[in-house]
């Protein structure tokens, strides 16, 4: 009897079943997941009020916490995905869209909600920002001119975010996705699945 190579016969399995299409239908049902988690954390840090979100530890650990739910989601796409042998690049592509959909659903809330129903949010986020810098500054003996020359650059770039121009918009985009590819890029290492050539499941006869 003729027995099968191992990748012929993983590819054969995979490909009429479960198509690469279902692997970024779940790729983009992560990104929406992650939205969600990044939309419930902004407002309950809104509700908390921004005394507190600016806090210098505050935003270390929202940092690391957002950093574990993107890896668990990622692994998440693996998981549902329901193929077989998942390549690289197949990995690569599917953590990005789930990168770009969690990112720019939850930026587009948060710019809703800062905007549009609560504007003078960023006001009262620049006011404790600046509070905190300056407790922050005094009580590790900083001198008064280091103290202000620190409030003064920090004004400047909150005006510069307020009026942020189309080709700021457009390098804040590149930026995203730089950082999206680089994430991707070494989460596709777990993400992707290798043939599994000594499973014994592919070494069928004919």
């Known amino acids: 009897m003729e027995q ?50 600016t806090k210098w530890w505050v935003g270390i650990l929202i940092l690391l916490v957002m950093l574990v739910i993107d890896v668990f989601l990622a692994l998440r796409i693996k998981k549902k995905s329901g193929m077989k042998v998942i390549s690289y690049w197949q990995a690569f592509f599917a953590v990005v869209i789930m990168m770009a959909v969690g990112a720019y659903v939850s930026s587009g809330f948060q710019y809703l909600m800062t905007k549009v129903i609560d504007p003078e949010y960023n006001e009262n986020l ?59 890029f070494i989460m596709a290492i777990w993400v992707r699945k290798k043939v599994p050539i000594f499973d014994p499941n592919l070494n069928r006869q004919t």
Do not use: C, H, R
């Open 4 to 53: 099968n190579n191992p990748i012929e016969q993983a590819i054969a399995d995979n490909e009429p079943d479960v198509p690469v299409s279902k692997l970024y239908k779940t790729a983009l049902e992560s990104g929406v997941l992650l939205a969600l988690i990044g939309i419930g954390l902004f407002v309950l840090l809104y509700l908390i009020g921004v005394e507190f979100i």
């Open 126 to 184: 620049k006011n404790a920002t600046i509070k905190n810098t300056i407790e922050f500054m005094e009580n590790v003996g900083a001198p008064q001119d280091q103290i202000d020359e620190t409030i003064d650059g920090m004004l400047v770039s909150f005006e510069s975010q307020q009026n942020f121009s189309v080709t700021q918009f457009l390098l804040g985009i590149v930026y995203s996705f730089i950082w999206f590819a680089v994430f991707a």
